[in-house]
Each structure stands twice: as C-alpha cells, then as structure tokens.
C-alpha cells in the first residue's frame, strides 16, 4: 500500500462537529455537504470534493470563490493538500481586500505577500496538508497568531458539493488522493511591486495608525461574526454588506460564546485574551461605502491584476508557444528519422559495393598471379627449346626474334 493511501483513514466526525455544522449555517441546504458512512477512502461522487471540518470554519463553503479555485489551479493543488491555517490565510486576505481596501482579491498583491512550501514532521512528507502558505520573510504582514498545529483535523473529512465550470482553470480538479504534489516556479513567484505599492501603503496605514491598528484576529472575528464565507463564490463583494439581511449570510449571529470559543479554537488565544468585538478601523459595508476617489482608483488596481487570469493568460501563451516549439522539434525529428534512415540505405549501399570492389581486386590479383606463373612456364619452356635447338644446329636461338636469323 502507497503511503499517501496510508494517511487516510475512516472520518471520525463527531456529534459536536455535526452541532457546530448546523449551527454555522452549514447543512441549511440540501446536498451541500454529504458525510461518509464507512469508507476509510475517499470516494466522492462526480461532483463532490473532498474538505474537511476545520476548512469549513475557516471560511470555506461551496461554490468555491474564484480567486481560490485560481490559487489552486496556479499552484497545481488539490484542495485537500492545503493546512486548516493555510485556508484561513487565504479567508484573511480576501475578507482584507474587499473590506478594508475596497478591491476584489488581487493576485499580484497575493503573490507579493505569500509564498508556499512543503510541510511535513520527523522526515515525512504529508499529502493531507502537505503545503503551507506563509508569509514571506521580507513582508510586514499581519500577526494572525496561528496555532502551531490542529489537532486531528485530517480525520474529519467530508464531501463538498461543487460545481463544474466549461473552463478547466475555473474548476477545481477532481478528487485524487495520490496525486503528488509537485513544486512549481509559481510557488516562489514575486508579485508585481509598483504595482501594488498603493495596496502595500495602506495595508501599513491599517496596521500601524495609532489607536486604529488592525489585526488578523479582528479581520477573523469580522467575517466568523458577519455570517458571510470568505471563500464562498458570491454574488456581491464584502464591501457591499447589507447587514442582517444580506443575502450571502449562511446563518444568524452566533452567541458570543460560541463566536469566542471559535476564534480561540483557530488561535493561540486562551481563555485570559479578550476576543475583539469590534474591528478598530471601520470596514466598507453598505453601511460605510467607499468613499468616490478611493473607489476608483482602487477598483483600478484591483481589476489591473484581478484574480489569477492575468496569469492563466500567460500560462496559456506559454503552454501554446511550447507547443509550437515541440510541434517544430517534432518535425525535425521526423525528419532527422528519414535522413537517418537514408543515411544507414547509402551506407550499406557503400558497404556493399566496397565489398565487391575488394572481391573484384581479390580475383585480379589472382588471375594477375596466374597470369604471371603461365607466362614463366611458356618462358621456361621455350629456354628449354632453346637450348635443344643449339645442341643440334651449333646456332645460338633467340626468343625475342634476333636479326639475320634464317629461321
């Protein structure tokens, strides 16, 4: 057995998870989520993916958001390969750009923040969760406070339903759990900097105006306390919020306890910490628009590098162009075969005929030998006729015709 097989085992979920689930607004609709009953390998239907518990709470919810299906398709994931904290980094981001910037998720952005890499413990390389997003070393990001680990959450899986688009990048790709995960340049890919230094500005001026600093935590606690997933396709961006009565909301307002006891579950936050309210800088909502010049010049930079297709595009101009390249080195090839084989045809033409010219100068050489050994027998003969003649005449004999010579 694989050892990416050996890492799944029968979901274990349990009644509170089932509660929590419900009470997030989760099962509201029908053929949403389906549970497994005893496989202890994934085995969704067509249109299912396979997600776990603590995705969900971490602002997760199908359909999925389009800059994450992205986020996948330009790193060649699969969903199930990403961490608990990794989703919520993407959630923060989102729920960052369209409520405190005023832009949709911007890819350049993106890139220009984050980086991923593998993950793994005591020499094992994961499948589940085997890539991290993290913050790049250089970037002054927010502390979102992360807990060092989520305990068992590869055991509570679960099926999402999810739609098919026509278009391959805009799906997420079908459940394989021994699909490896492969490292791509994308991963180190660096966004666009003067482009985003606008973003990147604010981003600064949120984090550090005095009495108005905005923390990760907070941003969490506004979209767990809003009802609206980050991570869900929408019709309306987060800076549209209508209130109790948005349409994108999943469920009611959670008790205060419940919304605490959630944040300090994907936290460092203990019981002494006190859980934010509130957020210290006022979000765009339909309650508090953007503000006209903003608006624009945001929304500018936002749709420049929107999502991922800018990329895609170059991908699709790059995969075309090495098709045609292949294409070309194919047909030199094919070509390269018919000279080859032309090639070996003369060759052994040459070799044939380089044979029989030695065989040809084999029996010269031996008629020549034969020739020469016919020649000394008639000299040696006529010698010998010569020398009989002059015993019986008293005349010296010459073969070459001697001059005067009666006979």
């Given at each position: 057995m694989a050892a990416e097989d050996l890492e799944w085992e029968r979901s274990k979920i349990s009644n509170q998870d089932m509660n929590l689930l419900k009470k997030l607004g989760f099962t509201k609709k029908e053929n949403t989520l389906r549970f497994p009953s005893e496989e202890?390998?994934?085995?969704?239907?067509?249109?299912?993916?396979?997600?776990?518990?603590?995705?969900?709470i971490r602002g997760l919810s199908p359909p999925i958001h389009e800059f994450?299906?992205?986020?996948?398709?330009?790193?060649?994931?699969?969903?199930?390969?990403?961490?608990?904290?990794?989703?919520?980094?993407?959630?923060?981001?989102?729920?960052?750009?369209e409520c405190f910037l005023g832009v949709h998720p911007n890819w350049a952005l993106w890139k220009r923040i984050f980086?991923?890499?593998?993950?793994?413990?005591?020499?094992?390389?994961y499948n589940?969760?085997?890539?991290?997003?993290?913050?790049?070393?250089?970037?002054?990001?927010?502390?979102?406070?992360?807990?060092?680990?989520?305990?068992?959450?590869?055991?509570?899986?679960?099926?999402?339903?999810?739609?098919?688009?026509?278009?391959?990048?805009?799906?997420?790709?079908?459940f394989d759990g021994k699909t490896k995960i492969l490292r791509r340049r994308s991963w180190d890919a660096e966004g666009e900097k003067l482009a985003t230094e606008a973003l990147m500005t604010r981003i600064r001026e949120l984090q550090n105006t005095r009495g108005k600093e905005l923390s990760?935590?907070?941003?969490?606690?506004?979209?767990?306390?809003?009802?609206?997933?980050?991570?869900?396709a929408r019709k309306n961006p987060l800076w549209m919020y209508a209130g109790d009565e948005d349409v994108e909301r999943i469920s009611k307002d959670l008790p205060v306890k419940d919304l605490e006891k959630l944040i300090r579950r994907m936290s460092k936050l203990s019981k002494k910490d006190i859980i934010?309210?509130?957020?210290?800088?006022?979000?765009?909502?339909?309650a508090n628009p953007l503000p006209e010049p903003l608006m624009k010049e945001f929304i500018r930079l936002g749709t420049q590098f929107v999502g991922y297709r800018d990329h895609t595009k170059k991908l699709e101009g790059e995969l075309a162009e090495a098709n045609k390249r292949a294409s070309a080195l194919a047909t030199k090839l094919e070509q390269s075969e018919k000279a080859r084989k032309k090639a070996e045809a003369d060759a052994a033409a040459v070799e044939d005929l380089r044979k029989r010219l030695h065989e040809a100068e084999n029996s010269l050489s031996e008629n020549i030998e034969q020739q020469s050994a016919r020649e000394?027998?008639?000299?040696?003969?006529?010698?010998?006729?010569s020398r009989r003649f002059v015993r019986r005449t008293h005349q010296e004999y010459e073969v070459d015709g001697p001059e005067g010579d009666e006979l």
């Open positions: 202890s390998y994934p085995s969704p239907l067509m249109e299912y993916r396979v997600s776990f518990v603590d995705h969900l994450l299906r992205g986020l996948l398709f330009v790193y060649g994931l699969q969903l199930h390969q990403l961490t608990p904290n990794s989703i919520l980094h993407v959630s923060i981001f989102i729920t960052l750009c980086c991923i890499r593998r993950n793994g413990a005591h020499g094992v390389a589940i969760g085997g890539v991290v997003i993290c913050v790049r070393p250089d970037v002054e990001y927010f502390d979102v406070k992360f807990p060092d680990s989520v305990q068992g959450w590869r055991k509570r899986w679960l099926y999402i339903h999810e739609e098919s688009s026509d278009s391959v990048e805009y799906n997420i790709a079908p990760g935590i907070q941003i969490t606690t506004y979209f767990l306390r809003i009802r609206v997933q980050p991570l869900q934010p309210t509130s957020c210290r800088v006022a979000p765009y909502s339909g000394t027998e008639i000299l040696t003969r006529l010698e010998s006729q």
